[in-house]
């Protein structure tokens, strides 16, 4: 399947997307009718290698992907975008990991939580691996998860290692009440004393054992915390629409001034298009080049960097579009049945998510730019 007909076929969810973006909030998660989609539409086979049935498509396709559910349902955005990326990372993994959960059926889904929350032991043959994870978006929809823990190099250093596990060896504990997201269903995965077999470790290492395509080469961290920045963009690019269309025929009842003809709602608007636009371009670019880099066989430290303060960037960007939105959208916008508020808390929610927290990025990006290489954050 090419770019093209992948596009087409999201842009064909979106009408049912909007419709059920009340339902997903209500729910706590994705509706089944929505996950069916997406698997109907081939949208999780977009970074599967093509060894399991996937289409190996340049990372700029998922991403447009993302933008464009996010658009819609920031909820379906969010966690499409985590879940899709779980099966790039699975074509890192070994050969026998990717049997473990493609072998019977290639539509299976994975979902994760990165933080090092869990307790490691080494066993003969692998691990005894036991704790609690939070936020695992699409949690309900995934036969597996990937978790994260902290273990020892053979350098003796400290690294993330992450684990994969099969959903017999963990539990998915409903406590998702929160104020944005509400429709991901980012539940607890709790881990009892599970044996995982060293096949199924993985340390964030590119490179794939089942395809030669870049796509594999590209570094972990540039892609994964650009899937968790992306949706922002498409939130952003909601909220715009919606902003917009709302606003053509609207006029403020406190100054009966026609908010189209007002030109700080002019400028607003126009100031919000050109932050989510540049969020949008740093994207492209930051794939354009980092897909250059892999396919000439290298991608250097400073570009991985100036990935990251680009994605750190955009999360600065969607917000600010967002409340420059917002703030235009009169008291109407606080109510329940208001898309601008949805927008609104979402887009904050996910500011939330640690890939999405600026400043440390940039703080990195500056050390590094100063010769200050112990300080610089992994890139």
């Known amino acids: ?75 379906t955005g969010w966690t ?73 190099g053979g350098d003796g250093a400290s690294r993330l290692s992450t684990f994969l596990v099969p959903r017999g060896d963990y539990r998915v504990e409903d406590v998702w009440h929160v104020m944005g997201l509400k429709g991901t269903g980012s539940n607890d995965l709790v881990v009892d004393d599970a044996f995982v077999p060293e096949h199924r470790r993985h340390d964030l290492e590119s490179g794939s054992p089942v395809s030669d395509n870049p796509l594999f080469d590209l570094p972990f961290v540039s892609v994964f915390s650009w899937s968790i920045t992306a949706p922002m963009i498409g939130m952003a690019t909601g909220a715009y ?31 919000a298009s050109g932050e989510i636009d540049t969020a949008r371009a740093s994207l492209v670019r930051s794939m354009d080049d980092l897909m250059a880099a892999a396919t000439a066989g290298d991608v250097p430290m400073e570009l991985r960097a100036r990935v990251r303060r680009d994605q ?7 917000i600010r579009a967002v409340d420059l939105l917002f703030d235009n959208s009169g008291a109407s916008a606080i109510k329940e049945d208001s898309p601008m ?9 996910a500011r939330m998510h640690n890939s999405n927290v600026p400043e440390p990025v940039l703080a990195g990006y500056g050390a590094l730019e100063f010769g200050i290489v112990d300080q610089a954050v992994p890139f």
């Open 341 to 349: 508020q949805q927008f609104w808390r979402d887009i904050h929610a």
């Open 312 to 318: 750190a960037r955009a999360v600065l960007m969607s």
């Open 241 to 271: 629409d919606e902003h917009v269309r709302w606003s053509r025929a609207r006029t403020r009842v406190s100054s009966g001034t026609v908010v189209a003809e007002e030109a700080f709602s002019r400028m607003r608007v126009a100031d």
């Open 80 to 152: 499409y975008g985590v879940l899709c990326v779980h099966n790039w990372q699975l074509a890192l993994m070994d050969l026998q990991a990717q049997q473990d959960v493609w072998g019977d059926d290639t539509n299976v889904l994975l979902a994760s939580s990165y933080a090092p929350r869990g307790k490691v032991e080494v066993v003969e043959g692998g691990y005894r691996l036991s704790g609690r994870w939070q936020f695992s978006s699409g949690s309900d929809f995934s036969e597996w998860a990937i978790v994260g823990a902290k273990t020892t």
């Open 1 to 75: 399947m090419d770019r093209a007909t992948i596009i087409a076929n999201t842009e064909a969810l979106l009408p049912g997307l909007r419709e059920r973006r009340r339902e997903a909030e209500e729910l706590r998660r994705l509706p089944e009718v929505t996950v069916k989609e997406l698997r109907e539409a081939g949208l999780f086979r977009v970074l599967q290698p093509a060894h399991w049935g996937g289409y190996e498509l340049e990372p700029q396709v998922f991403y447009e992907v993302v933008m464009l559910l996010a658009s819609a349902c920031p909820a």
